[in-house]
Structures are given as structure tokens and as C-alpha cells.
């Protein structure tokens, strides 16, 4: 068996056409969605993110702020841009790049947010959204793992996922999604005693903890869907995921590339969530 690929780039470019078109109705309704980046440091990495979400807001007819800041900006600064960013009835999305500098108290932070613009999901107020199944802004990584599962029409009734990685940022509300559909979820992490016993028993895996060459071959069921959400580096240099992508592939059903997989829809949920509080505003 060779699994067949599930191609991030494509489906982003699908949804940023949809994304495009509703964006355009609310600007014929004299509304422009409106989102605002804040860069602080110069981070080489963090600077390609922004550059990238930049470039999505002009690709689907969206407005954006770009700030950048030097890393020697205070806590109180950041903080008070973030309240004015909070009260500018042009931008309904605020983003701010993670890691901040050590001095700074990102999650302070992300808590200065207002909810209604956190398009991130990173906010107390949209993890506990998640967790009782309201509405919210849901964390663009996990959001744009879902939105590639429904792609192939996955039904994740009563099948057994498991999430390796219990970050705020994916692996728990990855794991909380995957409950909300009905899944029956295992998660797991460092401490976790036989991991491959675990996983050989999952319909679905996702990988996320940063961790190259973690999810192999022999630890995945035939036919099983493998989301790979780790960013790596080989001795090359090239980047990878988690998921020795190779070996896996000859295993498993479905798997997402490193490269071109999960990486993708990540922006690409970040759009729909900006858009998506443009609407409500409007």
C-alpha cells in the first residue's frame, strides 16, 4: 500500500479562492477585513511567517498592518499597541508573532488581545470556547488539520485518534476538535510508556511535538491517516516533519508532506478566521 498524498497547497489555494470571494462581498458591503501583524525582534523565522501572512491578506483582497518592532521593545509598549490595535475599527484580526524576547510575558500578551480580534485562538476566552463548544476563533494549526481530514471526506465517528504532543498551540485543541467530532481521543508526550503500542492502535495520527524522524513505519496501522505538523531540519538542511514521510507512506492510508502539508493551511486558517470576525462585525 502507498498512501495517498494530502496536498495542503492545493486545498489552500481552493479555500483562499472562497476566502477571496466572500471577502470581496464584504467590501461591496463597504467593509474591508482588516488584519494587523506585530513583529517584535528579528527572529529569521518568525520574519518568513509574517512575510507569508502579509502576502495571504493581499492574496485574498484583505487589509494588513505590518508592525515591526527591535527586540528591546518594553512589555508596557507592546501592550499599548495592542490595546490601540484593539480599539481600530479597521482591523478585525491582531496577531502577534510568537517567541517574543524573554522580557516580554507573551502570554500577557496574547491576553491583551481582545477576543473578538484573537484570530489566533491563542486567548483563554477561545480555548474555553473550545473545550465547551461555543463559538470562537479556533488555533489556525489544529483548525487546518480538520479542514484536510474533511477534504477526503474522513468521518471520525467512533475511529480512535492520536495526538502526540499536548502544546497549547496544537496538541490540545487539536485533541479537543477531534472530540468534537466524535473521535475517540488518546494524547501523548514525553512521559508517555510505549508510545508505538499506542499509536498501532490509531485510525488517525498526529504528530506535532517537534521531533524529526518520531512516527515510523512500524508504528503505524495499514490504512491509517498520518498528519504530520512537525517543522524540522535534516543533516541537508532541507526542512521535514516528525513522521519519517518514506517509510510511512508505504504503510499508511492518507499522510500530509513536509514540505506542502499542514504548513500551508496553518495561513490559510488564519485568513478564514479574519475574515469570519469581519462578518460578525459587519
Request: charged fraction near 20%; charge should be negative.
Amino acid at each position: 500500500m502507498t498512501a495517498q498524498i494530502i496536498d495542503g497547497l492545493a486545498l489552500s489555494r481552493r479555500i483562499r479562492s472562497e476566502i477571496a470571494t466572500r471577502v470581496q462581498a464584504l467590501k461591496d458591503r463597504g467593509c474591508t477585513p482588516g488584519l494587523a501583524v506585530i513583529l517584535v525582534g528579528d527572529d529569521p523565522a518568525s520574519a518568513v511567517y509574517v512575510r507569508n501572512k502579509v502576502k495571504a491578506c493581499a492574496e485574498t483582497g484583505m487589509h494588513s498592518v505590518l508592525e515591526t518592532w527591535p527586540a528591546g521593545m518594553t512589555e508596557s509598549e507592546l501592550l499599548a499597541r495592542v490595546q490601540a490595535l484593539n480599539e481600530d475599527p479597521s482591523i478585525h484580526g491582531i496577531l502577534v508573532q510568537l517567541p517574543l524576547p524573554g522580557h516580554i510575558h507573551a502570554q500577557r500578551v496574547i491576553e491583551a488581545i481582545a477576543p473578538a480580534k484573537d484570530v489566533d485562538g491563542f486567548h483563554v476566552a477561545s480555548a474555553g470556547a473550545l473545550m465547551t463548544g461555543l463559538s470562537g476563533f479556533w488555533p489556525c494549526t489544529p483548525y487546518g488539520c480538520m479542514k484536510m481530514l474533511e477534504s477526503i471526506g474522513y468521518d471520525l465517528r467512533g475511529k480512535h485518534a492520536v495526538v502526540i504532543g499536548r502544546s497549547n498551540i496544537v496538541g490540545k485543541p487539536m485533541a479537543m476538535m477531534l472530540l468534537q467530532q466524535n473521535a475517540t481521543v488518546t494524547i501523548c508526550h514525553s512521559a508517555t510508556a510505549d508510545l508505538k503500542a499506542i499509536t498501532l492502535q490509531a485510525d488517525v495520527i498526529v504528530a506535532a511535538v517537534g521531533k524529526r524522524q518520531l512516527v515510523t513505519a512500524d508504528m503505524v496501522k495499514p490504512g491509517a491517516v498520518v498528519l504530520d505538523v512537525g517543522m524540522n531540519r535534516d543533516e541537508q538542511g532541507k526542512l521535514c516533519g516528525d513522521v519519517d514521510f518514506a517509510g510511512v507512506k508505504e504503510v499508511a492510508g492518507w499522510i500530509t508532506p513536509v514540505p506542502g502539508g499542514v504548513g500551508p493551511m496553518t495561513i490559510t486558517m488564519l485568513m478564514l478566521n479574519t475574515l469570519e470576525s469581519a462578518e460578525r462585525e459587519a
